[in-house]
C-alpha cells in the first residue's frame, strides 16, 4: 500500500463532475422508460443508457485508480457511492420537475391502459393473488407529485448503493508496469 495520503477534495471533485454525467445517463434511461409506456422501443434504449451509466462509472474509476497510487477497493467504492449520491440528486430532482410540471397524469393514464389489457391483468394476478387491478390503479392515482418523489428517491438510492458496489468491484486497475519499473531503476524501459 501506498504511503501517500488519499486526497479525499480532489476524490470529492471527481465524485461530483462524475456524478453530473451519470446523472444524465439515468435521468435519460427515467425519460425514456416514461415514454417506452407509448413506444416499446425508448424502453430498450432507457435500459442500455442505465447499463452504460455503470461502464461509464467503472471507466472514471479505473481511469482515476491509473493514476492515484493507492486507489483501495474501499475508496474506489467511497468515490463511487459519492458519484452516485451527486447523480440521485440530480435524477431525483429532474423526476421531480418532469412529475411536477410535465406529466400532468400521463403516466397514471398509460398505466390503467395497461392494466386494462388482459395479459397484464393476468401477470398482476399471478404476481399479487387477490388484488384488483382497478385498487392498484386507485392507488397509484392518490398518490401526490412529493410521495412519488420520494418513492423515487428512495429507488434511487437503492440503485446507487448497488451500482457503487458493482462499479468498485469491476474498477480494479493493476499498477502500471512500465511506471513501476521506471521509477525503480531510474531509466524507462
Known sequence: MSNE?????????????SG???GVLWTGSF???????????????????????LFTLVAILRNHG????????LRRWWVAWNTCMYASLLTTFCQYLYFRFLDGGRMMQSLAAMLEKPEYQEVLQAVSPGIDP???IS??????????????????LLASLLASVVAAIFSATRPDVKQENSNSTGKPL
Open 20 to 22: 453530473l454525467y451519470v
Open 66 to 73: 491509473r493514476r492515484t497510487p493507492g486507489f483501495t477497493f
Open 139 to 156: 392507488a397509484l392515482s392518490t398518490m401526490t407529485v412529493g410521495s412519488m418523489v420520494a418513492s423515487l428517491l428512495t429507488f434511487n
Open 31 to 53: 425519460l425514456c422508460s416514461i415514454f417506452s409506456l407509448d413506444h416499446l422501443v425508448l424502453g430498450y434504449v432507457g435500459n442500455l443508457l442505465a447499463l452504460f451509466s
Open 5 to 17: 495520503a488519499f486526497n479525499y477534495a480532489a476524490a470529492r471533485s471527481l465524485a461530483a463532475r
Open 134 to 136: 382497478s385498487e392498484t
